[in-house]
């Protein structure tokens, strides 16, 4: 079985009816981008930096982080890196990010809202991110984006970075494309007014689900309740997509439900092109694209948006899935 999904790696990524995916990867190290390159990635759709900043006492250098982005673009040889800025907090934590003890952590000081808090630090990773940009296809998204302002005032400390390099005569991408997961609700709900800003969105499923269901994505007791195919959840990522082909902007869902079987019909049904998942489940993905076609799950999805529960919309993806749709 696995030679026959290796055997896949090589092969173009489209449906039977010739509309063309592309499969990223998630990735946290240049160890996981060697094996998501084994596994045929067409470029990175989400580098989690943390792990970066991870298992030691003091924030990493520009320089150092500079070497670990510019390692990970050449290895791609062209193919895009989507490189996330820092993403700590909640389940994730940083000794020397200073972050107090919260009653809430999952709704606290988290994220980009440490980076925001932290203009110097944050200003330090995008300068070594921009840099990077001149090793190969580099772009850069924000996590947590809660409103249009959050964004601009990301926006605003990366113009500064760019500025700064400019002055100097560093190299560096000055047309770098700058994007946000949509992992908020309220980014979700407002995706319209977001899309005119933004070059891309990046659909984070693991913690809009646990957003709009609120239910905590680690906590066991209600895991039940966490379920990315709530009619809910569904919906949001509905709108979002929406939002984005109505901007022109590109849009790729980064979570764990990128790389479930079950849903692919919901991207090929809503025209999604770009999903980003763990290296080893690109190839079991693929081999089911190769045999879906995007045209019965686009006629399918009128009646897939009707369904008012999770477990009827799984089975009506499981009948659109199994080709007796
Ligand atoms: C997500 O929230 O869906 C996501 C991809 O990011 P992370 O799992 O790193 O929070
Ligand atoms: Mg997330």
Same mark, same amino acid.
């Given at each position: 079985?696995?030679?026959? $999904? ?8 489209v ?5 063309r995916m ?6 946290a ?11 045929g990635a ?17 924030y ?13 673009a050449?290895?791609?040889e ?6 996330r800025?820092?993403d ?5 934590q940083?000794? #020397? ?7 809430n ?9 440490i980076s925001?808090?932290q ?7 995008l300068? *070594? ?15 947590m984006?809660q409103?249009? /302002? ?7 400390i ?10 100097e ?18 980014? +979700? ?7 005119? /800003? ?9 913690d809009?689900?646990? #957003? ?13 309740? #966490? ?8 919906? @949001?990522?509905?709108?979002?997509v929406a *939002?984005?082909?109505? +901007? ?21 049904g ?7 998942m +763990?290296?080893?489940?690109m190839?079991? $993905?693929k ?7 995007a ?5 399918h999805?009128? /009646? ?13 993806l499981?009948?659109?899935? @199994?080709?007796?749709?």
């Amino acid at each position: 079985v696995l030679e026959r $999904l290796q055997s896949l790696a090589t092969l173009p990524t489209v449906t039977t009816d010739g509309l063309r995916m592309s499969l990223f990867a998630n990735i946290a190290s240049l160890r996981d981008l060697e094996a998501a390159l084994e596994g045929g990635a067409e470029g990175v759709g989400l580098f989690r930096t943390e792990f970066i900043y991870m298992d030691r006492e003091t924030y990493p250098t520009e320089q150092e982080q500079y070497e670990i982005y510019c390692q990970a673009a050449s290895l791609l040889e062209g193919k895009p890196l989507t490189i996330r800025t820092l993403d700590v907090g909640g389940d994730k934590q940083l000794e #020397y990010a200073n972050v107090p003890e919260e009653e809430n952590p999952v709704l606290g000081f988290r994220s980009i809202r440490i980076s925001l808090a932290q203009p110097h630090t944050f200003k330090t990773q995008l300068r *070594a991110i921009l840099r990077a940009g001149a090793c190969g296809t580099v772009r850069v998204m924000f996590p947590m984006i809660q409103s249009v /302002e959050q964004f601009r005032a990301a926006k605003r400390i990366f113009d500064e970075a760019k500025a700064e390099l400019r002055a100097e005569r560093q190299p560096y991408d000055e047309h770098m494309r700058v994007g946000m997961m949509v992992e908020v609700p309220a980014a +979700a709900i407002v995706a319209d007014l977001l899309a005119s /800003e933004v070059d891309f969105f990046s659909i984070g499923t693991n913690d809009l689900t646990q #957003y709009i269901l609120a239910a905590d994505r680690l906590n066991e007791h209600v895991a039940s309740l #966490y379920d990315p195919f709530h009619p809910a959840v569904i919906r @949001m990522i509905q709108t979002t997509v929406a *939002a984005a082909q109505h +901007a022109g902007i590109g849009v790729s869902v980064c979570g764990e439900m990128a790389g479930d079987p079950l849903a692919l019909p919901i991207w090929l049904g809503l025209g999604v092109r770009e999903l980003s998942m +763990a290296s080893g489940l690109m190839l079991p $993905l693929k081999s089911e694209l190769l045999k879906a076609s995007a045209a019965r799950s686009a006629a399918h999805w009128a /009646e897939l948006s009707k369904l008012k529960t999770s477990r009827d919309i799984r089975e009506a993806l499981e009948r659109l899935g @199994m080709g007796c749709g």
